[in-house]
């Protein structure tokens, strides 16, 4: 995210201009953006015009509109691990071609600004496209969750810093885990004879083969192996799969001479045992110890840590470990809080009351000198919370 303008005074008045980038860009505008606030961006509108003859022609003019919006919608091709991506399925040629994915930003609102092309009043929804400058101006001010959410958006460097490819025997899904997201880039699926006394193993290998090499080029496509920023490629999966699919990468990778990726999975790859082929597997990935040691330093990683410390205190000394709304105020009240672990999903609240009920109990816990732990509910670690 790149910060284009920002003028916001000791009370909290101003406004912000920002330029997305990529899908975890659009998640912190979705996050920072609430109904009331005033939005300027680029939008496509259809225009029609009458000549005096009666006929009509329409046009699509590029213009600047201003909303007050009334409603914030985010959509990711991923979603939460859970949630649908974008699959690959091959038949028996074995070929691919996955669509692009992208998350996607829509805003909702009444046209505040005057505009020749479009009525003061008239309701719109924009757009957010990457590369495209956004003006917020919030309209109860800006409180320290927002400053510090933009704070956080443009430091540069970010991205993805995990790659991970959770397989079984035909399936595999690629993810990318970033700070504040879990993204399945992909998914392939290729079917796989059984071994059987009447066509021996012969066909079973032709499909793994067939297997192999589609996971081959969705990797190329989907894992930015060759990124600087990236820590580790995870190759997780249940029984033997991953050693296979490791090997294949790496005669491949050696017959096309592709040297980056030969250092990189020399380098970077770790091989994680999950109990299942399915995303929802990331939560045991990010728990090996083989993936914590390296990973200690992110910002997933320590909430990784910080929640199973919870949990474990919740069972060990339960008088010390409080959850739910009116007992963790309450203990924020009195200053007893010594790390509060808190969703980012109650910070997109409606009602602008309870969002300032929430920013309250983080201010009173970092004054008293608390720690503060805002989990993404778009990541693994948000979803546990």
Same mark, same amino acid.
């Given at each position: 995210?790149?910060?284009i ?12 201009t920002?330029?997305?980038? !990529?899908d975890?860009d659009?998640?912190?505008?979705y996050n920072?953006?609430q109904?009331? !606030? ?14 005096s003859?009666?006929?009509t ?5 590029? %213009?600047? %509109?201003?909303?007050?919006?009334g409603?914030? !919608?985010?959509? @990711?091709?991923?979603?939460p691990?859970?949630a649908?991506?974008d699959?690959t399925?091959?038949?028996q040629s ?12 829509? /805003?909702s ?13 008239a309701?719109h ?5 990457a ?13 320290s969750?927002?400053?510090?959410r933009v704070?956080e958006? /443009? ?5 993805a810093?995990?790659?991970a490819v ?5 399936t595999?899904? &690629? ?6 997201m ?12 059984r071994?059987?006394?009447a066509?021996?193993? @012969?066909?079973?290998?032709k499909g793994?083969?067939k ?7 969705? &990797?190329?496509r989907? /894992?930015p ?29 050696g017959?096309?001479g ?5 250092r990189?999975l ?9 109990? @299942?082929p ?6 045991e990935?990010l728990?090996?110890?083989e993936?914590?040691s390296? %990973?200690?330093e992110?910002?997933?990683a320590?909430?990784g840590v910080?929640l199973?410390?919870f949990f474990?205190?919740?069972g060990t000394d ?8 009116d007992?963790?105020? %309450?203990?924020a009240?009195?200053?007893?809080i ?8 109650l910070?997109?609240?409606s ?7 929430y920013?309250?109990?983080v ?7 608390g720690?503060?732990? /805002?989990?993404?509910?778009m990541h693994e ?5």
């Amino acid at each position: 995210m790149k910060l284009i303008n920002k003028y916001i005074d000791k009370h909290g008045a101003g406004h912000v201009t920002l330029r997305p980038e !990529d899908d975890e860009d659009m998640w912190h505008l979705y996050n920072l953006i609430q109904a009331g !606030d005033s939005v300027r961006a680029p939008a496509i509108r259809r225009i029609q015009n009458v000549s005096s003859t009666g006929s009509t022609e329409s046009h699509r003019v590029r %213009l600047n %509109l201003t909303l007050q919006v009334g409603r914030v !919608d985010f959509s @990711s091709s991923a979603g939460p691990a859970g949630a649908a991506a974008d699959t690959t399925t091959t038949d028996q040629s074995g070929s691919s071609a996955p669509p692009p994915t992208s998350a996607a930003l829509h /805003i909702s609102g009444r046209v505040t600004s005057e505009n020749p092309h479009v009525k003061m009043g008239a309701f719109h929804t924009l757009d957010v496209e990457a590369n495209r400058d956004v003006r917020i101006e919030k309209a109860d001010g800006w409180d320290s969750i927002a400053v510090s959410r933009v704070e956080e958006a /443009i430091i540069p460097g970010r991205g993805a810093e995990v790659g991970a490819v959770v397989c079984g025997e035909g399936t595999a899904a &690629f993810c990318l885990l970033s700070q504040h997201m879990t993204l399945v880039a992909n998914r392939i699926t290729v079917p796989i004879p059984r071994k059987s006394a009447a066509s021996g193993a @012969s066909q079973h290998e032709k499909g793994m083969t067939k297997f192999y090499a589609t996971l081959y080029d969705s &990797f190329i496509r989907h /894992i930015p192996y060759g990124n600087a920023g990236l820590r580790a490629i995870v190759i997780a999966s249940p029984g033997w799969v991953r050693d296979g699919v490791l090997t294949y990468l790496l005669e491949e990778a050696g017959k096309r001479g592709d040297k980056v990726l030969q250092r990189a999975l020399k380098e970077k790859v770790v091989k994680v045992h999950v109990s @299942s082929p399915h995303v929802h597997s990331l939560v045991e990935v990010l728990k090996s110890p083989e993936i914590a040691s390296q %990973l200690k330093e992110t910002k997933f990683a320590r909430e990784g840590v910080v929640l199973d410390k919870f949990f474990k205190m919740l069972g060990t000394d339960e008088m010390r470990a409080w959850y739910g709304p009116d007992h963790v105020c %309450l203990a924020a009240d009195r200053g007893a809080i010594g790390t509060l672990l808190i969703s980012d999903d109650l910070f997109r609240s409606s009602e602008p009351s309870t969002r300032k009920r929430y920013v309250e109990v983080v201010e009173a816990v970092q004054q008293k000198g608390g720690e503060v732990v /805002i989990f993404s509910s778009m990541h693994e670690s948000g979803q546990r919370e």
